[in-house]
C-alpha cells in the first residue's frame, strides 16, 4: 500500500500571504494525485485533480503541482475561508487502494 | 446538482454488524463509469477510504477492511449501502459517501455527503 506524508502537519500563515503545503508518495504514483480541504464540521471538498487540474468552480488561487512522489498544494493571498484542514490523495495504486495523506491544518499566524 | 446524504444507526455496540444507506440524486448508478465510494474519519484524524462501487457492479475494498465490508446498490431506488461487521471501538468514525467523479480513470470524490458520526460503544 502506498502510504501518503503531508508536511507540515500544521502551518501558520497571515491572511494575503502564500501557503505551500506538501505531500509525498511512498512510491510513484505519476500524476494520479488529488487535494481537498476540509473546514470543520463539513465533508472534504475536491480541490485539485491530477496533480494540477482545478475542480469545477475552484478559485484560481489554489494550484497544485508535482509528479511521481513530490507534490505541492499551493494557496495564493491566503483567504479567511481557506484555513481548513487540506488532504491529499493518491489514486495510482488501483487496485487495490486510495489512500489519503495525514492532512495539513492551515491556521491563522 | 449531485446530492448524496448516508443514513444510518448512530450508535452500536461492539461487534454488532453495521449497515449504513447513502441515498443520492442527481445522477444514475445504471450510468457507464459512474460509482459511489464510502470513506470514513475518526474523530479528529484523516480520511480513510473503505469501499467503492461501480456501475457494473464492480466492487473495490480496502484490503484493511475487505473480510469485514460488503457494498451493494438498489439502482432503482438511488440507493447504495455498506455492511460492517465485527464493530470494535476503534470503528468509531464519521463515515461519508461519495460521487467517484466519471472523468477518464481518476478515483477521486467530486461530490460528498454530510456524514453520518457512528459511535461504537456498550
Known amino acids: 500500500e502506498i502510504v501518503m506524508t503531508q508536511s507540515p502537519a500544521t502551518l501558520y500563515v497571515s491572511p494575503g500571504e502564500r501557503a505551500t503545503l506538501s505531500c509525498r508518495a511512498s512510491?510513484?504514483?505519476?500524476?494520479?494525485l488529488a487535494w481537498y480541504q476540509q473546514k470543520p464540521g463539513q465533508a472534504p471538498r475536491l480541490l485539485i485533480y491530477?496533480?494540477?487540474i482545478r475542480a469545477t468552480d475552484i478559485p484560481a488561487r489554489f494550484s497544485g503541482s508535482g509528479s511521481g512522489t513530490e507534490f505541492t498544494l499551493t494557496i495564493s493571498l491566503l483567504q479567511s475561508e481557506d484555513f481548513a484542514v487540506y488532504f491529499c490523495?493518491?489514486?495510482?495504486?488501483?487496485?487495490?487502494?486510495?489512500?489519503f495523506g495525514g492532512g495539513t491544518k492551515v491556521e491563522i499566524k | 446538482q449531485i446530492t448524496l446524504k448516508e443514513s444510518g444507526p448512530t450508535l452500536v455496540t461492539p461487534k454488532q454488524t453495521l449497515t449504513l444507506t447513502c441515498s443520492f440524486s442527481?445522477?444514475?448508478?445504471?450510468?457507464?463509469?459512474?460509482?459511489v465510494g464510502w470513506v470514513r474519519q475518526p474523530p479528529g484524524k484523516a480520511l480513510e477510504w473503505l469501499a467503492l462501487?461501480?456501475?457494473?457492479?464492480?466492487?473495490r475494498y480496502s484490503p484493511s477492511l475487505k473480510s469485514r465490508l460488503t457494498v451493494t446498490k438498489d439502482t432503482s431506488r438511488n440507493q447504495v449501502f455498506l455492511t460492517m461487521t465485527n464493530m470494535d471501538p476503534v470503528d468509531t468514525a464519521t463515515y461519508y459517501c461519495?460521487?467517484?467523479?466519471?472523468?477518464?480513470?481518476?478515483?477521486?470524490?467530486?461530490?460528498w455527503g454530510q456524514g453520518t458520526l457512528v459511535t461504537v460503544s456498550s
Open positions: 491530477g496533480a494540477s
Open positions: 442527481g445522477f444514475s448508478l445504471s450510468t457507464s463509469g459512474v460509482g
Open positions: 512510491q510513484s504514483i505519476s500524476s494520479n
Open positions: 461519495a460521487h467517484r467523479m466519471v472523468v477518464d480513470s481518476t478515483r477521486v470524490f467530486d461530490y
Open positions: 462501487i461501480y456501475w457494473d457492479d464492480d466492487t
Open positions: 490523495q493518491q489514486y495510482n495504486d488501483w487496485p487495490p487502494a486510495l489512500t
